[in-house]
């Protein structure tokens, strides 16, 4: 019996509907309905249906050269994070040395700083009035700051700063998955520590880093504060967008936004026809995942601690320096190195402001919905994904994607659009001034994440490992939970978490629906920002980070709950 | 685990729930305000609102004017806010021009100049911003600062200047419109406009993404000069101990309006009239004169009751503020490509 009858046989096609039922809502109405309109504003003038558009967006050398730029900058960041978060994954994952937990946990802290009070550490740490720059002007006693912090260098320090962690967080999941009675099977015949390298570890971890790369570029792409901050003269797609809507040539903004979601979807299919030329077949997991290994060498322990060391002194700094901002007392840090003046006002101005605590538990609950929401419905999208081998799959993940490849503004404005008044479709609803508009912004920019990861970590498993439970007897629903669950939790965790604390800090899309019920935090430190109330901004920041670093301690001890 | 999740996804949703419930409007008093003056200067409005009218629930969503623009375009088929206090007279005739705007006559109609509210009643001026030349007094002092528009393409202030983005700043699209301006008036065309923005591109160190790096930068010696609004100087002078001093282009500046209004479709427009009238009265606008260093628009005043640095003269640049509008993108459009970072 082939294994494909063995699937008819096993799947029940009542639970195939229902999934697909729950996959094609969640698609007509969050992305295809509210995004068919920016489509079709793009493909019409006058009421005509006409190319025109195109033609004249394409006809300008400036969105060329917006164009080159995006793709170069998300090529460049790509490479830069696989180089910084893989090599990490690998020392955090397979070594143990001192400290490498506290290391470990440190390693994912660029998620944690919002955008928003991201730019603002940056600039306060590397721009050329900044810490650093500062300190070696006086150390060398230089006439000039020794550098600026703009164009092509900035862009990308900032880019690899912020978006390491989907390599390091990614491979690092797929590490934990990775079958280590393989590479020992390799290394028994002869195979050379290279060789298991290139052929067994690499092939497995595939998937993930396909996805980090996606997730990176597609990022990268859409990445809109750091150009818009230290972006200088380089012009991006995105810039190239908002420029076009402050000048209120709205048509030309949409169409370039078509433009660029076709790159990101572009790279989708790239990414995805690359991924099918290189499966391998997944092994069996015999739940024995490796080791890791104790560096036992003195030199070897000493080099490891010494770059995980000097790494988390670099992660730690743009953090550092917004506590520093935070404890600042306003007007008074100016041509200082360090500040000279500490103060404990802008806490108490936080403190003693109702709406703070407010906004705290805004954000939070807003996004855990979302992201809870994301993590059972990335469930029934995978599940649907894997089953179906039908011609549609391809447009699936291409249509779960384009939140995640479209501007965070598009999305809000889309949205809004489509759910501003009681609409056409079946059963339509008004979102807009409710509460719930933004949970559900915050599910549709950020479930691609949670969908991605899932995805990766369920092509990493063996299929037969299912049929052998049901060959076995087990229920898909025992099959599920005792089966793929376990194996799939870390890099549905890692997803689930990655949309949570990306979504606590979101402002582009919340800035144009938010409602006073459910203001968010961005939104805050954004007034605080544009009043010059930096180290009140500074101080949200500060317990922003402290309210994510304790539920990525809760998330830990989630995900190890089912390993 | 899988229960414990299940509880937990129930108990976030519950919550959630019972939270839209509570901000649901069952309130008939109910306003809300969208507004770039920032959240001191509304709490601050608000307070003093309830005071005389107890029974009010005012709130307000602080964002920048551009946004509140955006938004009450996506909003269009279903307004949430009633009252649009603050933004330019230029963005709130581009939202009156696409209708987003109520007509509406507050009692003080024929107290300020026909030039600051809209002929139709859909908007009108509150308070004015005079725009100036500021630099930082530590590093540069009254005797050297430039004191008009053409000292400040000097090429002694080469990499010097720091100008804010212009594209989302009514400030400074209101510069570089007067700045072409000048000379479109005589010649017809732009041409000699784009060349002293070329001179002063020339200069510009930096393109700040927003006023507050702007400032942040100025107080931090990256540059020495800048063009930035009179109120907001003096306020960085005053309040934030800022080192910065200022002064008015003599050979005149562009006066930009900044105004209040009603939207169309509002929910709540009584309350939203009355709160108008309330931020209008000669009472609010001297305390704000006072408290916020906003020049108030109104001319009926005591203007002794002002501080004295409102009543000091200064010359004003006419200017054709319908055709800025009008020519305003495209010039901006050709600055951005064919101008900015190219000197």
């Known amino acids: 019996m082939n294994t494909d009858s063995l699937r008819q046989i096993r799947f029940y096609p009542w639970r195939s ?4 039922f729950i996959t094609a809502v969640v698609l007509v109405y969050g992305v295809i309905y509210p995004n068919l309109s920016v489509l079709i504003t793009s493909f019409q003038r006058a009421g005509a249906w006409t190319l025109v558009n195109y033609r004249e967006v394409l006809s300008q050398w400036v969105v060329i050269e917006a164009i080159v730029s995006s793709l170069g900058l998300s090529v460049g960041t790509v490479l830069l994070c696989a180089i910084v978060g893989v ?41 050329e009035s900044g810490i650093l720059a500062h300190g070696i002007q006086n150390f060398l006693a230089l006439e000039n700051p020794p550098w600026r912090l703009r164009g092509w260098p900035a862009l990308l320090l900032f880019h690899t700063y912020t978006m390491y962690p989907f390599f390091y967080v990614l491979t690092g999941a797929g590490l934990r998955r990775i079958d280590a009675s393989l590479a020992e099977a390799a290394r028994s015949l002869g195979a050379s520590k290279t060789v298991v390298l290139r052929r067994v570890v690499l092939p497995q971890l595939t998937p993930s880093l396909l996805a980090a790369a996606l997730l990176t570029f597609m990022t990268s792409m859409a990445s809109f504060s750091a150009p818009l901050f230290f972006g200088g003269d380089v012009r991006v797609l995105t810039l190239e967008i908002f420029t076009a809507r402050q000048r209120g040539d709205a048509v030309m903004a949409v169409t370039e936004t078509v433009v660029l979601a076709i790159i990101s979807l572009g790279a989708l299919v790239f990414f995805q026809r690359y991924e099918g030329t290189r499966k391998f077949a997944a092994a069996a997991m015999k739940g024995a995942p490796r080791r890791r290994a104790i560096i036992a060498s003195g030199k070897a322990r000493v080099l490891a601690t010494v770059v995980a060391v000097i790494f988390a002194i670099v992660l730690v700094l743009p953090v550092a320096t917004l506590f520093l901002v935070s404890f600042a007392r306003e007007g008074s840090w100016t041509t200082q190195t360090l500040p000279s003046d500490y103060t404990l006002a802008n806490y108490q101005r936080l403190f003693a402001d ?19 929401a994301a993590l059972l419905w990335s469930f029934c999208v995978v599940t649907f994904l894997r089953r179906r081998r039908f011609v549609g799959r391809r447009l699936v ?23 501003g008044s009681p609409g056409s479709l079946l059963g339509s609803f008004v979102l807009v001034g409710t509460f719930w508009i933004l949970p559900v912004v915050y599910f549709l920019r950020f479930m691609p994440l949670v969908v991605r990861a899932l995805q990766a970590s369920m092509e990493q498993l063996d299929p037969t490992l299912e049929e052998a439970a049901g060959s076995l007897g087990a229920r898909a629903w025992q099959r599920f939970t005792r089966v793929t669950l376990p194996l799939v939790w870390p890099g549905a965790v890692a997803g689930t978490l990655l949309a949570f604390v990306i979504a606590l800090g979101e402002y582009v899309a919340s800035v144009l629906v938010f409602v006073p019920g459910n203001r968010p935090i961005s939104i805050a430190i954004a007034s605080e920002l544009r009043d010059f109330n930096l180290g009140a901004a500074a101080a949200y920041g500060v317990v922003l980070i402290v309210i994510i670093s304790i539920s990525m301690m809760v998330a830990g001890k989630l995900e190890r709950l089912r390993s | 685990m899988r229960l414990k999740l299940f509880w937990l996804a129930c108990a976030i949703l519950a919550i959630a729930l019972l939270l839209s419930c509570n ?11 969208y507004t770039p ?9 608000i307070a003093r609102y309830k005071q005389q009218y107890p029974d009010a629930d005012v709130q307000f969503l602080d964002m920048g004017s551009r946004e509140v623009l955006e938004r009450v375009r996506v909003e269009r088929n279903r307004p949430q806010a009633d009252l649009w206090w603050g933004a330019s007279h230029t963005t709130f005739q581009t939202a009156a021009e696409e209708n987003l705007l109520l007509e509406f006559r507050p009692s003080w109609t024929d107290k300020i100049p026909a030039s600051s509210r809209d002929a139709n009643d859909r908007w009108y001026g509150t308070y004015e911003t005079p725009q100036v030349i500021a630099y930082n007094s530590e590093e540069v002092s009254e005797a050297e600062a430039p004191r008009d528009w053409d000292d400040v393409i000097d090429p002694k202030w ?20 007067a700045m072409i301006w000048r000379f479109y008036k005589d010649t017809g065309s732009p041409d000699k406009g784009y060349d002293w923005l070329r001179k002063l591109d020339a200069n510009v160190r930096e393109y700040t993404a927003d006023g507050t790096l702007l400032m942040q930068k100025l107080g931090r010696r990256e540059g020495l000069i800048t063009l930035w609004d009179m109120p907001d100087v003096r306020l960085f002078k005053e309040q934030k101990n800022f080192p910065v001093g200022y002064f008015v282009p003599a050979s005149g500046t562009p006066v930009i309006i900044d105004g ?20 209008t009265t000669p009472e609010s606008l001297v305390y704000a004169a006072h408290k916020y260093y906003r020049i108030p628009v109104r001319t009926d005043l005591d203007r002794s009751q002002l501080p004295a640095w409102m009543n000091e003269p200064f010359t004003r640049l006419p200017l054709d503020w319908d055709l800025l509008r009008k020519n305003g993108s495209e010039w901006l459009r050709y600055w951005d490509t064919e101008i900015r970072g190219r000197n």
Do not use: C
């Open chain 2, 37 to 45: 003056h920032g959240q001191d200067l509304l709490k601050d409005f």
């Open chain 1, 354 to 372: 109702p709406f703070a605590s407010e906004v705290f538990f805004n954000s939070f609950t807003m996004s855990a919905i979302a992201a809870v």
């Open chain 2, 23 to 33: 901000s649901g409007s069952g309130n008939k008093n109910r306003l809300l305000i």
């Open chain 1, 17 to 20: 509907v229902v999934l697909f």
């Open chain 1, 397 to 419: 993940s291409l249509l779960v994607l384009i939140p995640w490849a479209l501007p965070g503004t598009v999305v809000a404005v889309s949205v809004a659009d489509a759910y």
């Open chain 1, 87 to 127: 090599p990490l994954a690998f020392l955090f994952e397979r070594f143990t040395f001192p400290g490498r937990r506290l290391f470990a946990a440190l390693a994912t802290l660029p998620l944690v700083l919002p955008p928003l009070v991201g730019t603002v550490a940056f600039i306060f740490l590397f721009g």
């Open chain 2, 260 to 279: 209040i209004a009603i939207i169309r479709g509002a929910p709540n427009q009584e309350e939203a009239k009355r709160f108008y009238e309330f931020v």
């Open chain 2, 158 to 177: 080469r990499d010097k200047v720091l100008i804010r983005n212009p594209n989302p700043s009514d400030t400074m699209r209101a510069i570089f419109g």
